[in-house]
């Protein structure tokens, strides 16, 4: 079964550092890419970056400069690493699986980073 | 990097009612475009792919179309369980882009 699993801290203070684990199972790393998907509270879903297949990555260009996305495959896992958060970070994280032609699927239930001080 | 537009932002229907929900694209994606609904406190559901692909298990009162850059999801008789926030995706350039939204609610 194709599971996506989102984990990391509930808060986070301003200025610094997110850091999120994607755990997959069912499928390989190196055979799907791997994206994340978030949406600030109360506002519409933005595209955050993506793990590829075969490793390469690729970023919002608003989020690019506080972003960065690794994995370790022997593990199954996608990394989310961004800095400098601010309050208007706040909001729920997915991450998903692509399979081409904008077709995500299935999606992670979502973990919800809160901002604050 | 590619500007999706979509329109309306809101919309209210009534039951059996069709209606229709537009995406344009700031340039040609082909059809690496679906759609997703999402309710409330829930992760987003795919609804269409390559612009006119039904998602297994989706209702065929769902359906995609394309014209151009145009892209558009249409439900046919507007159910109950319709109501949520619509969203269109491009996936045919990193990065990936999403529509604003469609609110859609029920008469």
């Known amino acids: 079964q194709v599971q996506l699993t989102e984990s990391g801290p509930g808060l986070v203070h301003p200025s610094e550092t997110l850091s999120l684990t994607c755990t997959v199972s069912?499928?390989?790393?190196?055979?799907?890419?791997v994206y994340w998907v978030r949406q600030p509270s109360g506002k519409g879903l933005e595209w955050m970056g993506r793990?590829?297949?075969?490793?390469?990555?690729s970023y919002n260009s608003a989020l690019k400069s506080r972003l960065s996305i690794s994995r370790d495959t022997s593990k199954n896992q996608v990394f989310l690493k961004m800095n400098s958060l601010q309050t208007d970070d706040t909001g729920t994280y997915y991450c998903?699986?692509?399979?081409?032609?904008?077709?995500?699927?299935?999606w992670g239930q979502g973990v919800m980073v809160t901002v604050s001080s | 990097d590619i500007q999706m537009t979509q329109s309306p932002a809101s919309l209210s229907a009534s039951l059996e009612e069709i209606v229709t929900i537009t995406c344009q694209a700031s340039?040609?994606?082909?059809?690496?475009l679906a759609w997703y609904q999402q309710k409330p406190g829930k992760s987003p559901q795919l609804l269409i792919y390559g612009a006119t692909s039904l998602a297994d298990g989706v209702p065929s009162r769902f359906s995609g179309s394309r014209s151009g850059t145009q892209y558009s999801l249409k439900i046919s008789r507007l159910q109950v369980e319709d109501p949520g926030i619509y969203y269109c995706?491009?996936?045919?350039?990193?990065?990936?882009?999403f529509g604003a939204g469609t609110k859609l609610e029920l008469k």
């Open positions: 998903t699986r692509d399979r081409g032609f904008g077709w995500y699927s299935p």
């Open positions: 340039q040609d994606i082909g059809n690496w």
């Open positions: 793990m590829r297949y075969n490793g390469d990555t």
């Open positions: 995706l491009q996936g045919y350039s990193a990065p990936n882009t």
């Open positions: 069912g499928f390989s790393l190196t055979g799907y890419s």
